[in-house]
C-alpha cells in the first residue's frame, strides 16, 4: 500500500515538473524610441532565454493591425532584446500600440504589456497637420503623407501636384495616401496638400526627391609644384539644393566647389599630398573617390600672360611672360595658334622657361591672331590652358603678278581683262594699274593708268597701230611696297570662230559644268578655260582659269552662275604665240521654261490656215529650245494639233471648215512649255472658188440644157405630138383661093360655131350664145358620159348679127373679101386650141321674158375709131348686185389702147383658186390659133404686163417657133 502511495507521489511530482518547465516566461519592461526623420521605432524588451517573439502592432484607435511578424532576436549583452521597426506612414500621423510575446515552437507566452507610440492626431489638437514636413526622399521611390484633420472638421480630397489620389483612413480624423515612383523635382519641390469642405480647410507639405552624390575621374594635379587642384566630374545632378545640397570634402578638409564646363567640379588644396580622398553626402547619401600621384608627374603650367608681337612682311617673333617663377627652371614646350583670315595652323616650340616663338613664313599684310599653351616637357600631363589671343598684322610686299587674260570680239576689237586680287597676293592695298600695249614690229608702246577698282580695258586696234602682226598687252599692279612684275598676253589678231554646229553641249552636274579635251602640243604654257554669258556681244564680263599643261579636263564652279543662262565656255592652248581656241561648249546650270511668247500670226491660204511666228530671242529661251507645241485654244481647253522642232516658224492647218478659230503656239524646253502665243482667224470662203463654182454651176447648167435640147430635138415629134399637136385646117365648102368675089360661108355639119337668130331679140345687137354640142364619134354619134379632152378645141357656135356697118379686119391677105363675105354669112366656124372654158368667161344675164334655157350674152363692142372687132376684150368687174356692166361704161383710153383682133385677151376666171390654176399655164400656149396657119393669133404681150409673163410668153414663143419650123 505504502507503495503504491509512493508511486502515485512520483508521478505527481513528474507532471508538476513538466508543466513548470513548458510554462514561457511574458516578455517585460517594453520601451519605444522613435525617429521622425527616418520614420523608425526601436522596440526593446526583456525576453529570458527566449530567442524567437512575436511584434504585433496596431492602430490604436481603429484597432487595425499594422504589423505582425514572428522575428528572431538575439539578447543584447544588457539581456534586453532590441528590433527596429519602419513605419510606411509617418509616425505622426496616428498613434500606434506595440505588443511582444516570446515563442517556443508552438507554445507562446502571453502578450507583454501594450506599449503605445502617441501621434499627433489627439482630440485635443484642433488643428489641420500634413506629414511629412520637406522631406528629402530618394527618386524612384514610394511615399506616404497624411493629413489630420482638426476635431470638428471633414476631410474631403488628397492632391499631390495638381493630379488627385485616392486617400486611406488611418484614424477618425486621419487620412493618409501613397505615390509610387516619384520623380525628381525641381528647385522648389513637389506639393502635397488636403481639402476640407470649405476653401479655407487646407494643409499640405513640400517634398524634395533627388539623388544622393555621385561622381568620376577624380583628378589631382599642380599649377605652381606647391598647391594642389582637384577636378571630377559628376553624370548626374542630385535636385538637392539650398540646405539640402551636397557637401565636399578632400582629405577631411572642408573645400568650396568651383563648377567648370561639362559637368566638371574642382576645389583647391594648399598643399599637394601624395594621396587624395574625395567624400560628398547630402541627405539622401554620401559617395566617395581616392587618387594617388607624384607633383611632378602631374605638373600643369597656367597659361602665358603679357602676349606680344614684332612683325615684318613675313615673320613675326611672339613674346610672354610667366605667373609663377618656379617656371624659370621647368622644362616646357609651347603651342603657337596662329589664325589668319581663312586658315589655322598650330606650331609647337620647346626650351626651359620658354618666354618667345619666331613665326616664320607669313603672308604680307595679313592679319593673324596668335594664343600660347605650354606643358611640362618631362612626364608631361597635359597641356595648359590657353592664353588670351592677340592680334597683329605683317607689312607689304609687292604684289604678285597679276592673272591677265585677253577676250577679242573681232579681229582688231577687244578687252584685256586681269583678275582682281586675292587678300594674299596683293600684298598690300592696291593703288592702281599700268596697262601697257606693245607692237614688237615698230617697238610701239601704248600705256594707260587704270584706278585699282577697274579691272578691264577696251582695245581697237585699227586705232592704235598701223600694218601690225603682233601685239602683247601687259598689266603691272601697284601698291605702297611698289609695282609687281608684269603680267602678259599676245592679242590673236585674226579670231577664229567655231560654226554653231560645232559648239558642244555641256552637262551641268553636281554644281559644276565637266569639260574636257584633246591634248594640244603647241601648249606649252597649259590651258586657259574661259566663261561668259552667250547672250553678251560687247565688253563681257569673263571669267576664266588658268591650268597646267598636263590637266586636261576641269570643272567649272562659279558663285555667278544663275539658272535660265545660256554660258559659254571655251577652252584655249597656251604658247609664246597668241591663245588658240581649240574647243567650245554651251550650256546652261539650270533650264528654265522660255520667258516670252513669239509673236504669233495667222493667214488664210484657199481654205488652208498658215500660222507663223518669229524666232523667240535667244536672251529669252532660258534652256536648249526643243520645239513648238501648235493647239487649238477653245478658250478653256487647248487641244493639241502638232509638236514641231526649233527649225520651223510655221503651220498649215487643213481640212477645218468655215468659222472663227484661235491658236495657240508654245514653245518648250526641256523644262516646259512658257505661256504661249496666241492669235486669231475667221475662215472665209475663198473668191477663187466662189468664181470657180460660179463657173462650174454655169457648165453644169449649160450642159444640162445642152442636153435637154438634144434630147427635146431628137424628140421633136413626139414633143410636138404631146404638147403642141397640129391645128387642122379649117374645112370650107368652096374655094378660098379666089382673091376677090363674095365669100359665101354656109354653116357646116361639123361647126361648132353657128349664127342663131331670133325675130323677138334686137337685131341691133349682136349676141353670143353658148349651145351645147354632144360630143361626136367618127360616124357622128354622140358620147355624153365620156370626159371632154382639155387638149381638144372647145366649140362655140357664134351667131352673128351685125350692128356695126365697120367691117372686120381680117389676118389673111384677102381680109376685105373675107370680111364682106363674112358679114353675109349666117355661121362661120372658129376652132380655140387649149382653152379651158369657164362658166365665167362669158357674162350671162337671164331674161324675164325670155325662155329660161335660153342665157343673154352681152356683147362688148369698142367705141373707137381703129378699134376693129373686139368681141371677149376685158369686162368691167362685177357688182354686188350682179348686174352687167353697159358698155359705154368703158374707159375710153381702155377702148383706144387695143389694136388688132384680140378674141382671148386677158381672161376674167371665176374664183381665186383657179385663176390661180390658170397662172401656172403657159400665157401663149391657150391662145386660139387659125384654122388657116399654125401661128398664134394673139400678139406678144403688151409693155405694161408684167416682165414674169413677158418671160414666159418669149420663152413660149421660142419653143412654139422651134416646134412649128420642123414638119413631120
Request: charge should be negative; proline fraction near 7%; aromatic fraction near 10%.
Amino acid at each position: 500500500m505504502k507503495l503504491l502511495m509512493s508511486v502515485c507521489l512520483l508521478i505527481v511530482l513528474l507532471s508538476l515538473s513538466s508543466w513548470a518547465k513548458d510554462v514561457i516566461p511574458v516578455p517585460q519592461q517594453v520601451s519605444l524610441s522613435a525617429d521622425s526623420n527616418t520614420q523608425q521605432v526601436s522596440i526593446s524588451w526583456f525576453g529570458g532565454e527566449a530567442m524567437t517573439f512575436d511584434l504585433l502592432i496596431l492602430r490604436t484607435e481603429l484597432n487595425d493591425t499594422v504589423f505582425y511578424e514572428t522575428l528572431t532576436v538575439a539578447a543584447e549583452a544588457s539581456g534586453r532584446h532590441k528590433f527596429i521597426w519602419t513605419s510606411v506612414e509617418p509616425l505622426e500621423c496616428t498613434s500606434l500600440s506595440f505588443r511582444v510575446r516570446a515563442r517556443s515552437g508552438q507554445l507562446t507566452s502571453e502578450w507583454s504589456n501594450t506599449e503605445i507610440l502617441l501621434g499627433n492626431d489627439r482630440p485635443t489638437n484642433d488643428l489641420m497637420q500634413a506629414y511629412p514636413q520637406d522631406k528629402a526622399v530618394l527618386a524612384g521611390s514610394n511615399i506616404t503623407f497624411c493629413c489630420i484633420i482638426g476635431e470638428g472638421k471633414s476631410f474631403n480630397s488628397f492632391h499631390f501636384n495638381s493630379e488627385t489620389i485616392n486617400e486611406t483612413r488611418l484614424s477618425r480624423r486621419t487620412y493618409a495616401a501613397t505615390i509610387y515612383n516619384v520623380k525628381p523635382s525641381p528647385p522648389y519641390g513637389h506639393n502635397a496638400y488636403c481639402k476640407g469642405k470649405t476653401n479655407s480647410e487646407l494643409i499640405g507639405t513640400v517634398l524634395f526627391v533627388g539623388y544622393p552624390p555621385l561622381f568620376t575621374d577624380l583628378i589631382c594635379e599642380t599649377h605652381d609644384l606647391t598647391s594642389a587642384v582637384c577636378h571630377w566630374t559628376e553624370p548626374r545632378k542630385t535636385h538637392m539644393l539650398g540646405k539640402r545640397q551636397t557637401r565636399y570634402s578632400i582629405n577631411g578638409r572642408n573645400c568650396s566647389v568651383v563648377r567648370l564646363e561639362q559637368n566638371r567640379k574642382q576645389c583647391s588644396v594648399p598643399v599637394w599630398e601624395n594621396n587624395w580622398k574625395l567624400l560628398a553626402w547630402n541627405l539622401l547619401g554620401e559617395y566617395s573617390l581616392t587618387d594617388t600621384a607624384d607633383v611632378r608627374s602631374r605638373v600643369v603650367p597656367l597659361p602665358p600672360e603679357e602676349l606680344s608681337t614684332v612683325a615684318s612682311a613675313r615673320n613675326a617673333t611672339v613674346t610672354w611672360q610667366w605667373k609663377h617663377n618656379h617656371y624659370v627652371s621647368l622644362p616646357l614646350v609651347c603651342q603657337v595658334e596662329l589664325t589668319s583670315r581663312d586658315d589655322k595652323t598650330k606650331r609647337t616650340f620647346s626650351g626651359v622657361g620658354l618666354r618667345s616663338a619666331v613665326l616664320l613664313d607669313l603672308y604680307p599684310y595679313e592679319e593673324y591672331s596668335v594664343k600660347v599653351r605650354c606643358g611640362a616637357q618631362q612626364n608631361f600631363w597635359r597641356w595648359g590652358n590657353w592664353s588670351k589671343t592677340i592680334s597683329f598684322r605683317t607689312d607689304s610686299d609687292i604684289p604678285s603678278a597679276p592673272d591677265v587674260w585677253i577676250w577679242m570680239n573681232g579681229d582688231t576689237t577687244g578687252q584685256v581683262l586681269w583678275k582682281p586680287y586675292e587678300p594674299r597676293k596683293s600684298h598690300g592695298p592696291i593703288v592702281s594699274y599700268e596697262v601697257t600695249l606693245w607692237s614688237p614690229d615698230d617697238n610701239t608702246r601704248h600705256t594707260q593708268m587704270v584706278a585699282p577698282e577697274m579691272f578691264t580695258i577696251p582695245v581697237n586696234l585699227s586705232t592704235t597701230f598701223n600694218n601690225i602682226t603682233k601685239v602683247i598687252a601687259s598689266v603691272v599692279a601697284k601698291n605702297p611696297a611698289g609695282p609687281s612684275p608684269p603680267a602678259s598676253v599676245d592679242l590673236p589678231l585674226h579670231v577664229k570662230d567655231l560654226d554653231p554646229e560645232a559648239i558642244t553641249k555641256a552637262d551641268f552636274r553636281e554644281g559644276a559644268f565637266p569639260l574636257s579635251w584633246q591634248s594640244d602640243a603647241n601648249s606649252s604654257c597649259g590651258y586657259v578655260v574661259e566663261w561668259y554669258e552667250a547672250s553678251c556681244q560687247r565688253n563681257c564680263p569673263v571669267e576664266w582659269i588658268k591650268v597646267g599643261e598636263e590637266i586636261t579636263n576641269v570643272s567649272i564652279k562659279s558663285d555667278a552662275f544663275e539658272p535660265g543662262v545660256r554660258y559659254y565656255l571655251s577652252v584655249y592652248s597656251c604658247s609664246s604665240e597668241a591663245p588658240e581656241l581649240l574647243k567650245r561648249w554651251q550650256g546652261y546650270t539650270q533650264e528654265l521654261t522660255p520667258s516670252s511668247s513669239v509673236q504669233l500670226s495667222t493667214k488664210q491660204e484657199d481654205s488652208d490656215i498658215v500660222i507663223s511666228w518669229s524666232e523667240i530671242p535667244s536672251t529669252h529661251h532660258r534652256g536648249f529650245l526643243l520645239g513648238y507645241n501648235v493647239y487649238l485654244n477653245n478658250g478653256s481647253q487647248l487641244t493639241p494639233l502638232a509638236s514641231l522642232s526649233s527649225q520651223e516658224n510655221s503651220y498649215t492647218v487643213k481640212g477645218f471648215p468655215l468659222g472663227s478659230y484661235k491658236f495657240t503656239v508654245k514653245a518648250f524646253t526641256s523644262a516646259g512649255e512658257d505661256t504661249g502665243g496666241t492669235a486669231s482667224i475667221t475662215l472665209e470662203s475663198s473668191a477663187d472658188w466662189l468664181i470657180l463654182e460660179i463657173l462650174a454651176t454655169l457648165g453644169v447648167t449649160s450642159l444640162a440644157l445642152i442636153i435637154v435640147t438634144f434630147v427635146c430635138y431628137k424628140k421633136r415629134k413626139w414633143v410636138k405630138g404631146a404638147f403642141y399637136p397640129d391645128i387642122p385646117e379649117p374645112k370650107l365648102p368652096s374655094d378660098w383661093s379666089t382673091p376677090r368675089g363674095t365669100l359665101d360661108v354656109k354653116p357646116s355639119p361639123h361647126s361648132m360655131v353657128h349664127i342663131v337668130e331670133k325675130p323677138e331679140w334686137d337685131s341691133s345687137k349682136e349676141v353670143l350664145v353658148v349651145i351645147p354640142e354632144e360630143d361626136e364619134d367618127d360616124e357622128g354619134h354622140g358620147i355624153r358620159d365620156e370626159p371632154v379632152d382639155t387638149d381638144e378645141p372647145t366649140s362655140l357656135r357664134y351667131y352673128n348679127q351685125v350692128v356695126d356697118d365697120r367691117p372686120i379686119r381680117p389676118r389673111y391677105p384677102d381680109s376685105s373679101a373675107s370680111s364682106a363675105s363674112s358679114m353675109d354669112s349666117g355661121r362661120t366656124d372658129v376652132t380655140y386650141t387649149g382653152i379651158q372654158t369657164s362658166g365665167s368667161s362669158l357674162v350671162f344675164q337671164s331674161d324675164s321674158q325670155s325662155s329660161s334655157d335660153q342665157p343673154h350674152v352681152v356683147p362688148v363692142s369698142g367705141g373707137g375709131a381703129g378699134g376693129g372687132y373686139r368681141p371677149q376684150m376685158q369686162l368691167p368687174p362685177e357688182t354686188d348686185n350682179t348686174s352687167l356692166t353697159q358698155p359705154q361704161s368703158l374707159p375710153e383710153s381702155q377702148m383706144s389702147s387695143s389694136s388688132g383682133y384680140r378674141p382671148q385677151n386677158n381672161w376674167q376666171l371665176d374664183s381665186p383658186d383657179e385663176a390661180d390654176e390658170r397662172r401656172s399655164l403657159a400665157p401663149s400656149l391657150g391662145s386660139p390659133t387659125s384654122i388657116a396657119s399654125t401661128q398664134f393669133l394673139l400678139p406678144d404681150q403688151s409693155s405694161d404686163e408684167p416682165a414674169e409673163e413677158k418671160h414666159q410668153s418669149s420663152a413660149a414663143s421660142w419653143l412654139s417657133n422651134l416646134l412649128s419650123t420642123t414638119k413631120p
